[in-house]
């Protein structure tokens, strides 16, 4: 049996992947509530963010959007972790849609 929620990691990932996503700054993660409930969240460090919001403004952009954006102090599979049960607490899940 799977406990839930879930961070669905690629097969492979290890401690280096780990040690790249906290450098990067970013990281694309699924996420299973359940068997038949699945999400993309993009996670965000506040200093990635920032970078993303100058560039945007930099090169002419209008606005800054990223579908399920969440930022989390520093991009750790803890940091992730912890913020999936803080997102499934306050109900978060309910208002984004679900990945088919």
């Known amino acids: 049996m ?45 200093v990635w963010l920032t970078q993303e919001l100058s560039d945007c403004m930099r090169s002419g952009g209008q606005c800054y959007a990223e579908p399920n954006l969440v930022v989390v102090p520093e991009v750790t599979i803890e940091a992730i972790q912890n913020a999936i049960q803080v997102l499934l607490e306050s109900g978060f899940f309910d208002t984004i849609k679900r990945e088919d």
């Open 2 to 46: 799977l406990d839930y929620p879930r961070l669905v990691l690629y097969e492979g990932f290890g401690e280096q992947d780990a040690f790249e996503i906290t450098q990067k700054g970013w990281f694309a993660a699924h996420i299973e509530l359940d068997s038949e409930k699945h999400y993309i969240l993009n996670f965000y460090d506040p």
